[in-house]
């Protein structure tokens, strides 16, 4: 199929203001009579509030100052389960909690103010690991600290093991990682008796903000506006957390009568708000003396922190990903998340399948050598087939080759010739290379029922001039949703990309299409953008103005016709699940994504011996995602998800003290820069899915999954010691290299 704008990369659209500065984000903006506000925060982990006093020294009476008293609805963060409130009232639950609100017109007299602010605690015992989370030596949620439960059982795996060659048995664990967006949280709020509220802000999901909203205020869907302005990048952690800052705006704004904005300052940032969820996770596995899978088990565990927000659903893809890319005739997956005294964790891209499937590309690797298998090889052996099924017995019906893809990473990366060279020069270096191979797989969309609960709803409307405008919720902040789907929608109309414009994410405006997560924009969002394209060209047709495929100039002349004699020209798409996509809730069995994205990653890396520190070398990363919209797009999500990868694996390390993050500065809280990155060679396998806009699936998440499961692969076979946690600090290599060092010397 030819296509003149899908499958280019043409300018972003947003590309123009933000190269020259002229794009507004939230603390560009300012309203007038606008006061600041600030948050007061617990000092503990865990207690009760017994007396709050305002210390001299600040003219008090200046001041807004908003409790939980003056909530007019429910104390809540409306989200999945209503256990956090938007304010404390009497119970500390974490080092973070927002206490109380201050506002002020000079925004530098408020941290002297919320310093200023004195509270009294009773402390009570608190959890910080989820060990102790399990032990229930303290209950601090619910009855036994644990938010949500889930069951994966495939086939017959009490049966598996008397049958087995080999039994391997392995535990792996990944720390919290921080979002690191560019710009901070921000919001601005205003309260009208007659309009109600309106929330401007840096946000990922303003219908989740309009529901949070609406439940904290008490008032109706049409008395709740949210806008969302120029947003500095998310990565998962400006999904739910702007709910409670724009929650904390909004009553200020009330109290005030004044709009009132809040931006957290990168500290603030970086302490309270949402982190990736800490894992461990534990397989059994069994194999027959072929090298073929029989059967494992998987435990899973997630740390959710002090309340449940979105753990339930990271818990969900993280379980359903446990399996990975493999065949398993049999498999139990059970996993939970717990409650810990930390600032809640929430989204990071990925969402739970980078936590577990670490775990698995480290298993898998660690069973090879165990069995006496190269790690390639054990993976060809096992790798799914279509017709074969994943762990949740879905039937793989697309026509993916992953022994090929495997084939071609391994080619790309020179990965059998690098590794025998390496064999020979290890022996005489301190610096031993080594390479590393990730296989893995990413569901696009909302898990199993998810979309068809969503039932996202899209629009497009056109003007007498024949120009477009695309209405979705989906929001842009740097991964190119305005770009993608205007290019879909002028695809589909037979127009040029400048003729098709995004419409302001506003929810007076655009319809509620969900959340901009999930890898779901692209393939979800993109074929009802042109489901709703191809309907508001019927309607054209149909009135006989003009036939399908005439072009531009018909396309404008009937646009002018139509809107001069009949009214709006519009159309929409409507979520329909494919077909024979079917998921079964209470056995979490089924078809648990329309479709996956598939990848094999090979990393080169050199551990150095005298400083302990690892190096990325090289780094190849191939995937097939379906068809590419967008060349230059693609790879950067692909680039830019690798670098994360590598920040996961080797530096971001959240360094905690009884629940609090003492690292909150980007001095301390270490991220690779340009220079610590290696060349990362990003290649693409298109396998157009017929479900997709042009065959296009999800993108977004997959390139997190894979690098840092490949990485420590590398420093494994570079070392020939076992790595089974990240981040993997130099202090860490040298723990266990100098452990190793001290065996060998007593054993000589």
Not at 287 to 295: N, Q
Not at 710 to 734: C, H, K, M, Q, Y
């Amino acid at each position: 199929m030819s296509q003149r704008v899908v499958g280019v990369s043409v300018p972003r659209k947003e590309g123009a203001p933000k190269v020259t500065g002229t794009a507004r984000y939230i603390d560009d903006l300012s309203f007038e009579g606008m006061m600041y506000g600030a948050t007061v925060r617990s000092t503990i982990a865990r207690g009760r509030i017994a007396k709050i006093e305002f210390g001299e020294g600040v003219p008090w009476n200046e001041f807004v100052v908003v409790t939980a008293e003056d909530v007019p609805g429910k104390n809540v963060v409306s989200l999945i389960t209503d256990d956090q409130p938007i304010l404390a009232e009497t119970q500390i639950n974490h080092p973070e909690e927002p206490i109380l609100l201050l506002a002020h017109e000079d925004r530098h007299l408020l941290p002297l103010a919320v310093a200023a602010v004195k509270i009294e605690y009773e402390a009570q015992p608190s959890i910080h690991s989820m060990e102790d989370s399990e032990s229930c030596a303290e209950v601090i949620w619910g009855t036994n600290n644990i938010f949500k439960t889930y069951t994966i059982d495939k086939g017959a795996v009490d049966e598996v093991w008397k049958d087995a060659a080999w039994i391997v048995e392995g535990e792996y664990t990944t720390g919290a990682q921080e979002q690191l967006y560019i710009e901070n949280n921000g919001v601005i709020a205003q309260w009208s008796e007659d309009e109600g509220a309106t929330v401007w802000g840096s946000m990922q999901c303003p219908f989740y903000v309009h529901k949070a909203l609406m439940a904290l205020t008490g008032l109706p869907a049409e008395k709740v506006r949210v806008l969302q302005v120029e947003t500095g990048g998310a990565f998962g952690g400006k999904e739910d957390y702007p709910s409670i800052i724009a929650g904390h705006a909004l009553l200020l704004a009330k109290k005030a009568g004044r709009p009132v904005k809040i931006v957290y300052d990168r500290m603030e940032d970086m302490a309270a708000t949402t982190k990736r969820h800490p894992s461990r996770t534990r397989h059994r596995t069994a194999v027959d003396k072929d090298g073929k899978l029989l059967g494992a088990e998987i435990e899973f565990v997630i740390d959710g922190g002090a309340y449940s927000t979105l753990s339930p659903v990271v818990l969900s893809r993280g379980t359903i990903h446990a399996g990975g890319p493999y065949y398993w005739p049999n498999i139990r997956v059970k996993s939970k998340a717990v409650a810990t005294n930390t600032p809640p964790h929430g989204a990071f891209r990925g969402f739970g399948a980078p936590q577990s499937l670490f775990a698995l590309e480290r298993h898998m690797d660690f069973v090879a050598r165990t069995i006496g298998l190269a790690p390639d090889e054990f993976r060809r052996r096992n790798l799914l087939k279509p017709g074969q099924t994943t762990a949740t017995a879905q039937e793989i019906r697309e026509p993916i080759d992953m022994p090929h893809l495997l084939d071609r990473a391994l080619e790309l990366s020179g990965y059998h010739a690098k590794m025998a060279r390496f064999a020979k020069t290890n022996a005489t270096s301190s610096k031993k290379k080594g390479m590393g191979i990730a296989a893995f797989l990413h569901g696009a969309g909302f898990t199993g029922s998810g979309e068809r609960y969503l039932n996202a709803l899209v629009g497009v409307e056109a003007n007498e001039r024949g120009e477009v405008r695309v209405l979705v919720s989906s929001t842009e902040f740097g991964q190119g949703t305005n770009t993608i789907l205007t290019q879909i929608a002028a695809e589909t109309l037979g127009l040029e990309y400048e003729d098709v414009s995004m419409a302001p994410i506003d929810t007076r405006v655009v319809p509620n299409s969900g959340p901009t997560v999930a890898s779901r924009t692209a393939m979800i969002i993109g074929k009802l953008v042109q489901t709703a394209a191809f309907d508001m060209q019927k309607k054209l047709v149909d009135a006989g103005l003009m036939h399908e495929g005439d072009g531009r100039d018909a396309f404008r002349a009937a646009c002018n016709e139509y809107t001069r004699t009949m009214g709006a020209l519009n159309g929409c798409g409507r979520y329909e699940a494919p077909p024979n996509v079917f998921w079964d809730d209470s056995k979490y069995m089924g078809e648990a994504y329309p479709a996956f994205g598939w990848a094999v990653y090979v990393a080169e890396v050199t551990v150095d011996t005298a400083t302990y520190s690892v190096t990325v070398d090289d780094f190849v990363a191939l995937q097939e995602i379906g068809r590419v919209l967008h060349p230059v797009l693609a790879a950067g999500q692909i680039e830019g998800g690798v670098a994360q990868g590598i920040g996961y694996a080797l530096y971001e390390k959240v360094v905690w003290n009884r629940g609090r993050m003492m690292n909150n500065q980007m001095t301390n809280y270490i991220m690779p820069t340009s220079e610590d990155l290696p060349p990362i060679r990003v290649f693409f396998e298109e396998i157009p899915y017929a479900y997709g806009p042009y065959g296009a699936k999800g993108i977004g998440e997959l390139p997190m999954d894979g690098p840092a499961p490949a990485i420590i692969n590398a420093v494994v076979a570079a070392t020939g010691e076992e790595f089974r946690s990240i981040p993997l600090l130099p202090e860490d290599v040298f723990d266990v290299l100098s452990r190793s060092h001290e065996i060998d010397e007593v054993t000589a």
